[in-house]
Nanobody
């Protein structure tokens, strides 16, 4: 059984910062990719950032220069540092992991609200 446990999120003013963390536990052979997606009300879920084991990263254009993804390989953890937050970043953020020989898994989601 694989579990993704997210922490962080909450309410922040525009221009502020938040950090999201996600830890993977359970029967894990090897994690290939970890990342974060988000879904705003009435919109489709979109991949925000991801990091492949080895360091290759992906960012959606709208967050480039503001968000940074990192991984702690020893702890099977991925962190999303979000700076200069905008109201349009408001969404439920979901942690994602692709585990070799097992498949793709999602966290339960954490709300991020950017509002004054």
């Amino acid at each position: 059984q694989v579990q993704l446990v997210e922490s962080g999120g909450g309410l922040v003013q525009p221009g502020g910062s938040l950090s999201l963390s996600c830890a993977v536990s359970g029967s894990i052979f090897s994690i290939n990719t970890m990342g974060w997606a988000r879904q705003a009300p009435g919109k489709e879920r979109e991949l925000v950032a991801a990091m492949v084991t080895g360091g290759t990263t992906y960012y959606v254009d709208s967050v480039k220069g503001r968000f940074t993804i990192s991984r702690d390989y020893a702890k099977n953890t991925v962190i999303l540092q979000m700076n200069s937050l905008k109201p349009e970043d408001t969404a439920v953020y979901y942690c994602n992991a692709y585990i070799v020989r097992s498949g793709q898994y999602w966290g339960q989601g954490t709300q991020v609200t950017v509002s004054s």
